[in-house]
């Protein structure tokens, strides 16, 4: 099972990976922004109140998307095998979360995803539009040279990566300046197996009230479950909302 959020970048890192996996999965949506990651029942599971969350062994479970990324990757060709090709692998995952998805990704959070988010997050933008430039700059000077990140192949830094640049378009972000960018982001929507955010597993589930009670369907063959998203920081709840604080700029959790 995958507990997720449809419109979250975090989550759609997992939902991409294990599609480009093909491995079977049942995926049931948790939409933070009403408060079903905020249940007793769901924060047992994960204190931190987040989509992705991987439930790896009966009673066991396992946060935050990049990690869920390695979990779901080893033993395939997206976790690269070479000791210096995992390094930089992970070098651009952490790059990710320090330097992409606090901005782009709370762009796309507070601009695509909340009604009023703009008028709620004016004095943020501004911090948020100049280092999310920035982050794509130095993804753009890399990518001049190389086709991925990593291993020089489609990696879990790629899938990492792709989650919210994709949607830097969305809110407020201009890519039209950045075309080894677009090119990269046609490589990856070119792979087999590739999905869009948007898409739905035939067995998928929109099921908040099953997550309440605590009631879940059996595993597939894989063996296991999500239930969360990446991220750090302060969580605050605020109208029924998970929000991480970080500095001046605060995001909920997508």
Not at 13 to 30: F, G, M, T, W
Not at 178 to 201: C, D, H, K, S, Y
Request: charged share 20%; proline share 4%.
């Amino acid at each position: 099972k995958l507990y997720s959020m449809q419109r979250s970048g975090n989550s759609y890192k997992v939902r991409l990976a294990l599609s480009l996996l093909n491995a079977p999965y049942k995926a049931i949506e948790v939409d933070i922004l009403r408060g079903e990651s905020r249940t007793p029942e769901f924060l047992a599971r994960n204190p931190s109140g987040q989509v992705p969350l991987l439930e790896v062994a009966d009673g066991r479970y396992l946060a935050e998307s990049n990690a869920i990324l390695w979990y779901v990757a080893i033993g395939t060709s997206l976790a690269p095998e070479d000791r210096i090709d995992r390094a930089q692998a992970l070098q651009w995952m952490f790059f990710e979360q320090h330097a992409l998805e606090p901005n782009i990704g709370a762009a796309y959070f507070w601009l695509s995803l909340v009604k009023g988010g703009r008028d709620l997050q004016t004095h943020a933008l501004e911090d948020w539009m100049e280092r999310g430039y920035a982050a794509l700059q130095v993804m753009e000077n890399h990518l001049k040279t190389c086709s991925y990140f990593a291993a020089g192949q489609l990696t879990v830094a790629d899938i990492a990566l792709y989650g919210y640049t994709h949607v830097a378009d969305r809110c407020d972000y201009d890519l039209a300046t950045f075309p080894a960018i677009r090119a990269w982001l046609r490589r990856v929507e070119q792979t087999p197996g590739f999905v869009a955010m948007e898409w739905q597993p035939e067995n998928s589930i929109d099921d908040a009230a099953s997550i309440a009670a605590g009631t879940s369907a059996s595993l597939p063959a894989t063996g296991f479950a999500v239930l969360g998203l990446g991220g750090t920081g302060l969580i605050l709840l605020v109208s029924g909302m998970a929000v991480e604080r970080r500095g001046r700029a605060s995001r909920a959790s997508a």
